[in-house]
């Protein structure tokens, strides 16, 4: 049976309230998963759900969290305090869109938090306030270099969005072959991977 868009909601809500999550917070994260999914990425959806709610009980994701923070000119630091990485990032995205519009500019840094989810969303609520909208993701070493078999930088993601009519621009991408979270959804359907997509530490083929 098909999953419905309500029903998907319904469960994943369940399962976050179970957490200990806000009904609010909830809401943010499951917007981020869903809205993932509605736009084929499942890498970056509800498969999400289970790494969080054991992140949770491990004391590694806070569900009440939204950060501390700290102005300086127009930049923004924030410490997410292990907050749940979407509802960090929405409020210092609101912060320095309210700043940007007097400002003409502002930045912000986001430290302490859990998975930001897809980008796109971050960069067109952005530029659907008539702002011009870049994100940047740091990672830990996924990614090995160009001829190399060890892994030394990240898959850092990238996204911009650009104010246009009748919709924003949106470009949101992996700066490695394919995201990390694509392998986990591959994992997790149990499909081989692509040719390319990963290389053996032992052997110089791909696979």
Same mark, same amino acid.
């Given at each position: 049976?098909?999953?419905?868009?309500?029903?998907?909601?319904?469960?994943?809500?369940?399962?976050?309230?179970?957490?200990? !999550?806000?009904?609010?917070?909830?809401?943010?994260?499951?917007?981020?998963?869903?809205?993932?999914?509605?736009?084929?990425?499942? $890498?970056?959806?509800?498969?999400?759900?289970?790494?969080? !709610?054991?992140?949770?009980?491990?004391?590694?994701?806070?569900?009440?969290?939204?950060?501390?923070?700290?102005?300086?000119?127009?930049?923004?630091?924030?410490?997410?305090?292990?907050?749940?990485?979407?509802?960090?990032?929405?409020?210092?995205?609101?912060?320095?869109?309210?700043?940007?519009?007097?400002?003409?500019?502002?930045?912000?840094?986001?430290?302490?938090?859990?998975?930001?989810?897809?980008?796109?969303?971050?960069?067109?609520? @952005?530029?659907?306030?008539?702002?011009?909208?870049?994100?940047? @993701?740091? $990672?830990?070493?996924?990614?090995?270099?160009? @001829?190399?078999?060890?892994?030394?930088?990240? $898959?850092?993601?990238?996204?911009?969005? !650009?104010? $246009?009519?009748?919709?924003?621009?949106?470009?949101?991408?992996?700066?490695?072959?394919?995201?990390?979270?694509?392998?986990?959804?591959?994992?997790?359907?149990?499909?081989?991977?692509?040719?390319?997509?990963?290389?053996?530490?032992?052997?110089?083929?791909?696979?």
């Amino acid at each position: 049976m098909k999953t419905t868009y309500a029903h998907a909601h319904d469960v994943g809500s369940a399962a976050l309230a179970a957490a200990g !999550v806000p009904a609010p917070h909830a809401e943010v994260q499951l917007d981020q998963w869903l809205e993932a999914e509605l736009r084929g990425q499942p $890498s970056h959806g509800l498969l999400r759900l289970p790494r969080i !709610v054991e992140r949770i009980h491990a004391g590694l994701a806070t569900p009440h969290a939204t950060g501390k923070v700290a102005w300086s000119d127009n930049v923004l630091t924030v410490d997410g305090e292990r907050g749940l990485g979407p509802v960090i990032a929405m409020r210092a995205l609101d912060l320095i869109c309210d700043r940007a519009q007097h400002a003409g500019i502002a930045l912000a840094a986001i430290s302490n938090s859990n998975h930001l989810g897809m980008l796109a969303p971050y960069v067109e609520a @952005g530029a659907r306030r008539g702002l011009m909208t870049m994100a940047l @993701g740091t $990672s830990e070493a996924l990614v090995h270099p160009w @001829g190399g078999r060890i892994a030394m930088v990240g $898959s850092n993601p990238v996204a911009v969005g !650009v104010p $246009s009519d009748p919709e924003p621009f949106v470009f949101d991408m992996a700066t490695s072959a394919v995201s990390a979270g694509k392998i986990l959804d591959h994992a997790h359907r149990g499909v081989p991977l692509e040719p390319g997509w990963a290389v053996c530490a032992t052997s110089s083929e791909s696979g």
